[in-house]
């Protein structure tokens, strides 16, 4: 299947700082990547959508002014977490599908390992 | 209303049995994806097995196959000769549509038992 890095896969930061987590697809390029969020013993919370060349779709409930999401290139999305607060501690986890791979593996979503984000 | 529904908080199944993990969507769009993902504590979602609205047969990836029951809406994971790495949890998760979101289920906590 694809593969799809994550960076940082651990963050501890102060509160009020901003953080960057990096999401890249390795051997294939995306058109399209989603960022979830995860609580503990949780399921995944879809928070945006983002679309190479052009803006995030957000979810309804989600800041955008404060997470950032850019879609720079075909194989990398960054989401920032500005001005975090503890509240913002969470686990947080790109996905983006191979639109090349065919049959159903294009409709399928690979994952990045995660972030495990801690504000302090 | 939910749209993928688990209703096992937490499974618990005897080494190289099988289990069956349960699943059940609702959607009114024709065409639409089911797709099972197991994470272990490390955090990283695998993908494990897809089953398409149109697809006639049940799907199967080695020890993982999808009982897809369409007139009951529902998408059971079944994984045979269970082994202790299958501890993990395990999500259901539906797409609507092409390329749109995928929707989560509230996930499957499973423990093998050596």
């Known amino acids: 299947g694809a593969v799809v890095s994550q960076h940082p896969s651990r963050v501890i930061c102060k509160s009020g700082t901003s953080v960057k987590i990096e999401c890249r697809s390795l051997?294939?390029?995306?058109?399209?990547m989603f960022w979830y969020r995860q609580f503990p013993k949780k399921s995944l919370m879809l928070m945006a959508t983002?679309?190479?060349?052009?803006?995030?779709?957000?979810e309804q409930g989600v800041e955008k002014d404060k997470f950032l999401i850019n879609h720079a290139s075909l194989t990398l999305s960054t989401l920032t977490v500005t001005s975090a607060h503890p509240e913002d501690s969470s686990f947080y986890i790109c996905?983006?599908?191979?639109?090349?791979?065919?049959?159903?593996?294009?409709?399928?979503?690979?994952f990045g390992p995660g972030t495990r984000l801690t504000v302090l | 209303a939910q749209k993928i529904t688990q209703t096992q908080p937490g499974m618990f199944v005897q080494e190289k049995e099988a289990v069956t993990l349960d699943c059940t969507y609702d959607?009114?769009?024709?065409?639409?994806?089911l797709f099972w993902y197991k994470q272990p504590s490390s955090g990283e979602m695998i993908f494990l097995i897809y089953?398409?609205?149109?697809?006639?047969q049940n799907a199967t990836e080695g020890r993982y196959s999808l009982n897809f029951q369409k007139a009951r809406k529902s998408a059971n994971l079944v994984i045979s000769a269970s082994q202790l790495g299958d501890s993990a949890m395990y999500f259901c998760?539906?797409?609507?549509?092409?390329?749109?979101?995928?929707?989560f289920g509230a996930g499957t906590i499973l423990r093998v038992k050596s």
């Open positions: 996905s983006a599908r191979d639109p090349s791979s065919g049959g159903a593996g294009t409709d399928t979503q690979y």
């Open positions: 051997d294939f390029q995306a058109t399209t």
């Open positions: 983002s679309n190479e060349g052009s803006k995030a779709t957000y």
């Open positions: 959607t009114s769009d024709p065409s639409y994806g």
């Open positions: 089953q398409g609205s149109y697809d006639q």
């Open positions: 998760a539906m797409r609507e549509g092409y390329g749109n979101k995928l929707v």
